[in-house]
């Protein structure tokens, strides 16, 4: 079983969509969780953190944690097409010595 | 403008020789890391560094070494490049170890 589990895709929604991104993790001391946005031929950034069971919102994205369950959701409401890239999970602790460790990512492509 | 900085941005190489990829980032942040990236594979830790002076093995560091003499810097050398060295490179620091990431740009290495 892989530490970090995404869905590969590609994930396809039409514009002004709802975008639902999904993340597994083995390690369940696993404390903090990111999701991280990687444009083609460019290099991963942050967009979102969450640390605590629930939803942290920010903007048109929502993180959802859901730690008995070890699963970790993105939400991008109102999709547009410059949110077609891949989004990458990444979960301290799951790699252990505090480090993060990646999943290998959804490709998200939006559709006008 | 406070970030990573990676170079070259991209080089061919010839198998069996000597290549170090240089990492400086401005923030003075305490962890830095050394990634590859692959299709498929996704993001792979090579070696990290939780602070100036010490360095530690990721998953796959075989074929490569760090140091990191000071807070600013963290080269990457392979000492005899071979064919599956051939990737995406990705430096990356955080203010502590497993806290949210910020990326360099990459550097696109191809060994012949």
């Known amino acids: 079983q892989k530490e970090v589990e995404q869905n590969s895709g590609p994930l396809s929604v039409p514009e002004g969509a709802i975008a639902s991104l999904n993340c597994t993790y083995s390690d369940r001391v696993s404390q903090s969780f990111f999701w991280y946005r990687q444009y083609s031929g460019k290099s991963p950034e942050l967009i979102m953190s969450i640390y605590s069971n629930g939803d942290k919102e920010d903007g048109r994205f929502t993180a959802q944690l859901n730690k008995a369950s070890q699963y970790v959701s993105l939400l991008i409401r109102d999709s547009q097409p410059s949110d077609s890239a891949t989004y990458l999970c990444a979960v301290n602790g799951a790699g252990g010595y505090q480090k993060v460790t990646f999943g290998t990512g959804t490709k998200l492509q939006v559709i006008p | 403008i406070a970030g990573i900085t990676q170079a070259p941005t991209s080089q061919i190489l010839a198998a069996g020789r000597r290549m170090t990829l240089r990492c400086t980032q401005d923030?003075?942040?305490?962890?830095m890391y050394w990634y590859r990236q692959d299709l498929g594979l996704g993001l792979r830790l090579i070696h990290y560094s939780n602070t100036a002076g010490t360095t530690g093995k990721g998953e796959v560091p075989d074929g490569y070494s760090v140091s990191r003499a000071n807070t600013d810097d963290f080269p990457l050398t392979l000492a005899s490049a071979v064919p599956s060295q051939t990737s995406v490179y990705f430096c990356?620091?955080?203010?502590?170890?497993?806290?949210?990431?910020?990326f360099g740009d990459g550097t696109r290495l191809s060994i012949l």
């Open positions: 990356a620091s955080s203010p502590q170890v497993g806290q949210p990431q910020h």
């Open positions: 923030m003075r942040h305490n962890a």
